[in-house]
């Protein structure tokens, strides 16, 4: 486990939504949770249909100490569902980590099929976002296309480093490390009063 130490200031008390897509990469989601909650971060996470696939909703919600979301409804039978709008206002960042290229295709063109993209549309924080596909997927340029315009929203799209990818090939499109985006963050709420 890397040294938390150099997260816990910047990122005490900050209330990040963490959403997971699915990507083989999704399994990192834990370790990512227990770093930000170590920092002393308040997380949510909101895992999509196809992440839960990757990794289960009961160890997110056990690292992150909250019942993690994933279908726009809580409870169909009583008419309960999550709010968006609320869970979205309610963040000081949204993370997507990883980000797969149908989620970041959903959000760059504005779709709204799932939770997480619902809360990306109503989140007024900074949103953060850690592309993981294979190589080629991460260098068609449709993909390209759509983190230049998510660039262009002003959000914060991870670089991904070059590397050994699940596929057995070697390039870009790994997601940048749990322990690297904790290092991002950090800088970022470094430039903010701590609460
Ligand atoms: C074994 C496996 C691994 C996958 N890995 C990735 C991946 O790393 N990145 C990606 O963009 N899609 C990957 N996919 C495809 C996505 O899971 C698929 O596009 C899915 O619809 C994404 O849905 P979401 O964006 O709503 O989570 C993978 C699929 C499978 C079966």
Redesign the pocket.
């Known amino acids: 486990m890397a040294d938390l130490t150099p997260h816990s200031t910047a990122l005490h008390g900050r209330r990040i939504l963490l959403g997971v ?5 999704a399994y990192k989601a834990a370790p990512l949770t227990r770093l930000l909650v170590k920092a002393g971060a308040e997380v949510q996470v909101i895992l ?4 839960t696939a990757f990794v289960t909703p009961l160890t997110l919600g056990t690292l992150s100490k909250k019942p993690v979301l994933t279908g726009f409804l809580r409870d169909a039978a009583a008419g309960e569902w999550h709010n968006h709008v609320e869970l979205g206002l309610w963040a000081d960042a949204l993370l997507i980590a ?1 980000a ?4 970041i295709g ?1 959000l760059a063109n504005g779709l709204c099929p ?1 939770l997480l993209c619902a809360v990306y549309l109503s989140a007024r924080c900074p949103v953060f976002l850690a592309p ?3 190589l080629d ?1 991460y260098a068609h340029p449709a993909v390209t296309q759509n983190l230049a315009r998510l660039r262009s929203f002003g959000n914060h799209v991870f670089d991904s480093p070059s590397g050994e990818l ?1 596929s057995g090939l070697s390039g870009h499109g790994r997601m940048l490390e749990p322990e690297d985006m904790m290092a991002e963050l950090t800088k970022f709420f470094a430039g903010f009063v701590s609460k």
């Open positions: 897509s699915g990507s083989i990469a999509t249909e196809a992440a990883p797969s290229a149908n989620t959903q799932n993981a596909m294979d997927m699940a």
